[in-house]
């Protein structure tokens, strides 16, 4: 199910949920690989004025602004294998970069799509094995993925779960690091300590070598086969130095956080400000959401602390800019939040720029809304 709000204004004129329904997915995309339509309920993104809903291995729907569900989303040439819930633009070119991985052979394929909408390119990388891959990251010259010991089960899929994929114990993990485009990339791999990578703040070339910062779990499907309570995240650098086989890694805040948002219309090397939601453990020990949320200074490591309207919790944001030209950081920060004792829900609105005043507005809402998915913020036409 996706949920949204419409503001006109200073004004809410709706508040709508509807289920994603895809239509089956057309024999011709299907002759190679099982392909899961995917239910769109892991996140959204726009791209040239449109919303999509993602799903985990699904492929992408696109919606109406009403949220009603338009058909799959292709991109003008097959998507075989998907989309992974986490595409990123390039702010310098308005392309749409899209990862796809899959329990089939080809593992992993790499989505590039035009700021108008239409693929431009698509290819396999060179993943071994059928790992998990939620998110990744683009610099100027490079594309960043994972290999974690996340690896596809057999007997997960026999048992029906959702997400066939269980912990490896004795599997290795690694970024790799590969030319953005081309055919037939070579990936250099960095070796790191066995982890689960849930989001990337960013990523960016310092000379030769590649940083980047992201949120770190100790495993995934471990201990829960859910995958969403096998420890908290902690803000971590990770930088990929030619010279050595391995990533240096530097915790940058080693409490518990995850579900960054950031300024979208700056490259990672650009940007100062980056946000993250707490996580605190709920009644049965899981860790969906927290009472505050962090605005991390990139540039000095420095830290504040937004808190939460008392007994609200709050899931991923939306950094919104004030305006197209704004300077980076000035703007809104969006996002649902849900009472601790009732089944009230709330929409939030945020100033950016001021980590310790009063919320701008607080929308009571007709309902509780779930915190584990990711929202976007689509622009009136």
């Known amino acids: 199910m996706v949920h949204g709000t419409e503001l006109a204004s200073s004004r809410v004129l709706s508040h709508r949920n509807r289920w994603i329904t895809p239509p089956p ?28 809903a993602t799903a985990e291995m699904g492929m992408p729907c696109r919606l109406s602004p ?9 991109f003008g040439a097959p998507l075989p294998t998907g989309a992974a819930p986490h595409p990123h633009h390039d702010p310098r070119s308005g392309e749409l970069h899209l990862l796809a991985y899959h329990f089939e052979s080809p593992y992993l394929r790499h989505h590039r799509v035009s700021a108008r909408g239409q693929l431009i390119e ?22 960043v993925i994972f290999d974690l ?9 026999l048992d029906g779960q959702p997400l066939p994929y269980r912990w490896q ?75 050595f086989d391995f990533a240096l890694v530097e915790v940058l805040d080693g409490d518990a956080q995850d579900l960054p948002t950031f300024d979208p219309r700056l490259p990672a090397g650009d940007r100062r400000w980056a946000w993250t939601t707490a ?27 937004i808190e939460l309207p008392e007994g609200f919790c709050g899931g991923a944001m939306t950094f919104v800019p004030a305006h197209p030209s704004a300077p980076e950081g000035k703007g809104w920060l969006l996002g649902y939040l849900s009472h601790e004792g009732t089944d009230c829900g709330e929409m939030i609105i945020l100033d950016a720029t001021r980590p310790n005043a009063e919320p701008v507005t607080r929308i009571r ?11 976007c913020w689509l622009a009136g036409r």
């Not at 996580?279 to 602390?305: C, F, M, N």
Request: proline content about 9%; aromatic content about 6%; hydrophobic content about 35%.
């Open 169 to 243: 114990e004795r599997a290795e993990a690694r970024i790799g690091l590969l030319p953005r485009q081309g055919p037939s990339p070579v990936t250099r791999w960095f070796n790191i300590d066995p982890c689960w990578v849930s989001h990337v703040v960013g990523a960016f070339e310092d000379a030769d070598r590649v940083v980047v910062d992201l949120i770190r779990h100790p495993s995934r499907f471990r201990h829960d086969h859910r995958g969403d309570d096998d420890g908290p995240g902690q803000l971590l650098r990770c930088t990929l130095d030619p010279r």
């Open 149 to 157: 010991p996340i690896r596809f089960s057999e007997d997960a899929l």
């Open 279 to 305: 996580q605190e453990p709920d009644g049965d020990h899981h860790l969906p959401a927290g009472r505050r949320l962090y605005r991390h200074d990139l540039k000095r490591g420095l830290r504040d602390s």
């Open 365 to 375: 809402l007709p309902q509780r809304m779930p915190l584990g998915s990711h929202g």
């Open 122 to 143: 698509s290819r396999d990388l060179a993943l071994p094995h059928p790992g998990m891959v939620h998110d990744f990251a683009l610099t100027a010259q490079h594309l």
């Open 66 to 74: 009403q949220l009603e569900t338009l058909g799959l989303a292709d």
């Open 25 to 52: 997915v057309p024999p011709h995309l299907t002759r190679d690989l099982i392909v899961p339509a995917g239910d769109g309920c892991a996140g959204l993104f726009t791209h040239g004025g449109d919303l999509f």
